[in-house]
């Protein structure tokens, strides 16, 4: 999240708070994560953990490979960099979802909290 602070106060309007209209918000803040976090943990995730248990000190092959699917789908909306930095994050989400058990919980209140500051600070105004 340091780094969309950074990004909002390097852009072209500097850092100006954007406050989405309610829908935008609801499907970003809400719905979004939800929909992600059940078809990418819960589904790619699980899938992928089930076929290899290999890993590279805290993280996966299995999230390691679920952000880069994810960051995949991102770039049917956003441009190649914007897409490819949802990795990182998606990698914490998926630490977090192992980590705790493999239960959605953590993953879409991250997944929740990281969309609205992305909102809020760089999103539409």
Not at 34 to 42: D, M, Q
Request: charged content about 10%; overall charge positive; glycine content about 10%.
């Amino acid at each position: 999240m340091p780094v969309l602070a950074l990004a909002a106060a390097l852009g072209p309007g500097g850092l100006a708070l954007r406050w989405p209209a309610p829908t935008t918000a609801l499907l970003v803040v809400g719905l979004a994560p939800l929909l992600e976090e059940i078809v990418f943990r819960a589904g790619v995730q699980d899938a992928l953990a089930a076929r290899s248990s290999a890993r590279a000190g805290p993280l996966t092959r299995a999230n390691a490979l679920t952000a880069a699917a994810f960051a995949l789908f991102h770039l049917a909306r956003h441009p190649v960099g914007w897409a490819a930095a949802t990795c990182v994050p998606a990698l914490v989400f998926g630490y977090f979802y192992e980590r705790h058990g493999r239960t959605l919980a953590a993953p879409i209140g991250l997944h929740a909290g990281y969309n609205a500051v992305w909102l809020v600070l760089l999103g539409p105004g």
